[in-house]
């Protein structure tokens, strides 16, 4: 007697494999939005600030 319902065989894994690598592009191409589009920006401020700050201080002494 054969089955109505289809044997599911490479679905699960062609799935896997899709979610995988879309989570993968994703998280690599908004960690690298993150990184270079707010991340450096922010800490090249923040050094900036300290530097003027360092330099402040040294020419009060």
């Not at 920006?41 to 050094?47: A, I, W």
């Amino acid at each position: 007697m054969a089955s109505a319902i289809p044997p599911i065989t490479g679905m699960l894994r062609r799935g896997l494999v899709l979610d995988l690598s879309t989570a993968f592009g994703f998280g690599t191409t908004f960690g690298y939005l993150w990184w270079y589009g707010f991340h450096l920006d922010r800490v090249r401020d923040r050094d900036t600030y300290y530097a003027k700050l360092d330099q402040e201080r040294a020419s009060q002494k």
